[in-house]
Nanobody, 125 residues
């Protein structure tokens, strides 16, 4: 059974940086796409970034392109989200998610079957 555990959230000032981690276990992730989503209060959960575990291909939402970097450490079975130049509008609960056997880099939450519990990121102005 896939388990995903996020960490690294916190409070940061606008312009600052945070690195989120997602520790993955329970499977070999060679056929998975792992992604980051976020959900702000009273808003829909939205796609942030994704990475194909086997080859490291990445894809980003336009709102974070150039500021966020997704990566993974295969030996540690851990995915990361380096967030730079943070803005107040980045404030949300950030979730990692896993999708098995998908084509391309899905941005819909419904393509991802496994989810972590989330970690809060708050950016003050």
């Amino acid at each position: 059974q896939v388990q995903l555990v996020e960490s690294g959230g916190g409070l940061v000032q606008a312009g600052g940086s945070l690195r989120l981690s997602c520790a993955a276990s329970g499977r070999t992730f060679i056929n998975y796409v792992l992604g980051w989503f976020r959900q702000a209060p009273e808003k829909e959960r939205e796609f942030v970034a994704a990475i194909r575990w086997s080859v490291g291909n990445t894809y980003y939402a336009d709102s974070v392109k150039g500021r966020f970097t997704i990566s993974r450490d295969i030996a540690k079975n851990t995915m990361y989200l380096q967030m730079n130049s943070l803005k107040p509008e980045d404030t949300a609960v950030y979730y990692c998610a896993a999708a098995l056997g998908v084509v391309g880099m899905p941005t819909s939450r419904y393509a991802y079957a496994n989810w972590g519990q989330g970690t809060q990121v708050t950016v003050s102005s």
